[in-house]
């Protein structure tokens, strides 16, 4: 039985300091105790990084209806059509919502035709872009390319107004709370190396995803899965997990020192070419145009990679004005000029890699987990919008929408007394559950091992699969689950984020192995078409349900937490 310390007990415990994690928190009632624990700064998350925009339909010839089929045709048929009409028919109060807290999104040019444009309660019109797999301009930008900061900016603001609302940086939740088969709190270590706990009505996951478990990745380095190796370890449901985005255009800087770097989807919805080492425009040899869905456009680029025997394929503006370019995306045009590179006169260097995980935690459309107590929102939830591939700028708009639902839900539990006994505990999808005897999970792990782990997952769990590969690759994390070593104890933060990305390499890589077919972002080349019966098929991960989903400890630890 878990020792429950009060660190000052709350109403909601909310883990993460994204778009999804900040909105719910200001949608809850004021008078809700709210603690937000992040483990960086507050505002360092993927959104920061959200280059594209936020698509939502409003637009005067644009509708929810457009943009709920445009999602449910990327996502391959294994959306959720219930959640996607969720997301669609909420994505204009949620852009209201988001101008009333501050959001400056950029405005439309005087002579903005009626597709280009939007008019949003309580702002002048809005500029409207277009990105891939839209069949309208629907996509907001802020700063021409910088739409995740300004988003991050505004509510990262509102959030600090906010009195009832007690924030903890750089801290690191390594431990959910199990007490009467109910998640009731967190433990976490803090940022001068101690534990503490802290117990709370309900917890929220809004950690993000897993985009560093891959070798190459736009993903900042938090990103290490923490989420779902914390809802497995609770005895949550994980669903989807196969399906891993890689966005097809990720700078390839002539320093290979240089972190990752996006070149947004915007690039090419502005009407960039994408050449190959020889100079040809290539795409049409794969499908109609650049502007196909990411899975498409990343798997063109890799064959063309290989084919070339070269690290990259070229994004092209320079038949485009140069004016507009620049002044269209400055926050890309001066990190290409760090490297020497004039976006409206060079061409650019591009590769796919991991962006976007699709899978996650399973949720009901109020992001209820499959376990009492605990929630979950963002990238780290899984809701069903995004099928085996998301549609270009509907992750921003997926945090945004169902925070709000989630808030009203919440807030609706916390005046019950009765919300746990009517807890749903079965995933809201239908499906089959993976074998859990084969997933070896560490207390820690020694950080030297991640570059290991992103070897095996880019080789074997990467933009391409096939049963030999994955085989290999799941002995592989197995192999080094079983002989690996703990760490060095003076990093303990490092050693618990390694574990949790080994954790979810397996459990991604089991995925992976199950479903047998190509569908999305998941291509198999023994099984390189679709199976209809897979269509709307989830495979589930869960742990046995414990009565205390955390790591063995001394009791030494808990004192005077």
Known sequence: MDALIN???????????GIAGISLALRLPATARVTLITKNALGESNTRYAQGGLAAAVGAHDSPASHITDTLDAGAGHGDERAVRV??????????????????????????GADDRAQVAGSDPLALGHEAAHSHHRVL?????ATGAEIERALVAALRQRPATTIIEGALVTDLIIHHAACAGVRYLAADGQTQTLTARAVVLANGGAGRLWQRTSNPPGATADGLALAWRAGAVLTDLEFAQFHPTVLVPPDPTAPAFLISEAVRGEGAYLRNAHGDRFMASYARAELEPRDVVARAIQQEMLRAENDCVYLDLRHLDPDHVL???????ATCAEQGIDIARDLIPVAPAAHYFMGGVAVDLDARTTVPGLWAVG??????????????????LEGVVFAMRAATALAADLASAS?????????????????AATIHDRPLLDPAQRPAIQAIMWE???????????????????????????????????????????LAAQLIT??????RESRGAHARRDFPAPEPFLAGHHFFAQRQAAAVATRSQPAADEKGA
């Open 379 to 396: 990238e780290v939830a899984c809701t069903g919008v995004h099928g085996a591939n998301r549609l270009a700028s509907n992750s921003l």
């Open 419 to 435: 919300s746990i006994a009517a807890w749903p505990t079965t995933p809201p999808f239908a499906g089959v559950l993976l074998p």
């Open 460 to 502: 074997r769990t990467g933009l391409y699969r096939d049963h030999l590969g994955l085989t290999r690759g799941a002995e592989a994390l197995h192999a080094l689950a079983s002989s690996a070593t703990d760490g060095p104890p003076n990093d303990r933060r490092a050693a618990y984020e390694t574990a949790n990305m080994l």
């Open 7 to 17: 660190d000052g007990p709350v109403d909601v415990v909310i883990i993460g300091g």
């Open 327 to 333: 002044r269209r995306f400055p926050t890309i045009a």
């Open 87 to 112: 997301l669609a028919e909420g994505g204009p109060a949620a852009v209201a919502w988001l101008v009333a807290a501050g959001t400056r999104f950029d405005p439309a040019a005087p002579q903005a």
């Open 141 to 145: 930008h802020a700063q021409g390319d």
């Open 510 to 515: 089991a995925a992976a192995l199950a479903r």
